[in-house]
């Protein structure tokens, strides 16, 4: 029988899309997010960001890799997104925005990251799409 002596973790995560109506950059992303002013909150969110800037990709590309021949719309299905969340970043993709896809973990680098991951969240308004509905709870 072997016996663990050190840190064991129950570590989870969640997946996120993410895609700004313009350039996706930390100043975009701060003002699209409502951040954008001088808060002592703003930190949480410029470490949020930093969590996604490690692991974001192009969702197309994360597809991919997924399987050479697996469309969007199945990559998503697979990760447990809804039809409705489907629809969106395919309308998304067709107005030619930049979509990302990506994981936050529950013990990332950041509180930040650990508290978003923990937690399901949709904001979506004309600036900002980021979905992290889907979580590894």
């Known amino acids: 029988m072997k016996i663990r002596k050190g840190f064991v973790t129950n570590s989870s995560s969640t997946s996120f899309i993410i895609s700004l109506k313009d350039e996706y950059s930390k100043d975009n992303f701060m003002k699209a997010i409502g951040a954008d002013g001088n808060s002592p909150m703003n ?23 997924y399987g050479n021949d697996i469309e969007m719309e199945f990559f998503l299905s697979k990760q447990g997104f809804s ?14 925005r930049k979509v990302y ?15 978003f991951c923990c937690e399901s969240f949709v904001v979506c308004d004309d600036n900002i ?9």
């Open 43 to 65: 930190k949480i969110f410029e470490d949020l960001f930093s969590a996604i800037e490690d692991d974001k990709k192009n969702i197309l590309d994360a597809a991919k890799e």
């Open 129 to 137: 799409y980021f979905n992290g509905n889907i979580g590894g709870w």
């Open 101 to 115: 896809y990506g994981k936050l973990s529950s013990d990332g680098e950041t509180a930040s990251e650990s508290f």
């Open 83 to 96: 039809q409705e969340t489907i629809d969106k970043v395919g309308k998304m993709l067709a107005d030619g």
